[in-house]
């Protein structure tokens, strides 16, 4: 498992809900975890890491027993509250590239956690930021999809190379076709969704 980067076509995929919370799920749960901190990173989603079902992980405190892991499964969210606040956000998936995203300062969440449990609470501040960050990835979207037109015009170059990467990832063969990564995505959601 390896954690993908933009433009990777996994990344816009939209995710679906998983049908339940199995050994295998726990089993990549902790893999994430393992890559989310390697790369000292705050949040990851599935689909971050190829895989095409509703779950990320959050620790704010980007390091293992710094602060709570939290695992949330099938998410939902509703009831955005303003203010909306913007603040600077960065991506597992565009590592370096950060730039100032508005968002609404507080929502409400019902989720499932790693024991099958409901999650039902409310979130304010960053970490209300990270869960919307991360949604938004089980949703097909990006942060650079939320960028005013001049914060977009700011990282448009840096958004040029990593485009430029993955094309020559992609002609050397280390990057499958898109229907390739398709078909593959298709098979694990019947497996799991
Ligand atoms: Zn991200």
Redesign the pocket.
């Given at each position: 498992m390896d954690i993908l980067e933009y433009p990777h076509p996994t990344l816009r995929h939209k995710t679906k809900s998983l049908r339940r919370v199995d050994a295998d799920l726990r089993v990549t749960v902790t893999e994430m975890f393992r890559l989310m901190y390697d790369a000292a990173?705050i949040?990851?989603?599935a689909n971050?890491v190829d895989l095409p079902y509703r779950v990320f992980v959050i620790n704010l405190g980007s390091e293992r027993g710094q602060d709570e892991e939290m695992v949330f499964i099938n998410p939902v969210i509703s009831r955005p509250k303003a203010p909306v606040e913007e603040e600077e956000?960065?991506?597992?998936?565009?590592p370096g590239v950060f730039a100032p995203v508005r968002r609404p300062s507080t929502i409400h969440l019902t989720a499932f956690n790693l024991a099958g449990e409901e999650i039902r609470s409310e979130f304010q501040g960053l970490l209300a930021r990270v869960i919307q960050?991360?949604i938004?990835?089980l949703d097909g979207v990006?942060?650079i999809d939320r960028l005013s037109d001049t914060a977009e015009m700011a990282v448009r170059d840096e958004l040029a190379d990593f485009q430029r990467r993955f094309e020559q990832r992609r002609e050397s063969g280390k990057i499958p076709a898109d229907e390739k990564i398709r078909t593959r995505l298709e098979l694990i959601e019947k497996t799991y969704c």
């Open positions: 990173g949040g990851l989603a971050q956000e960065g991506c597992l998936s565009l960050h991360e938004d990835h990006m942060f």
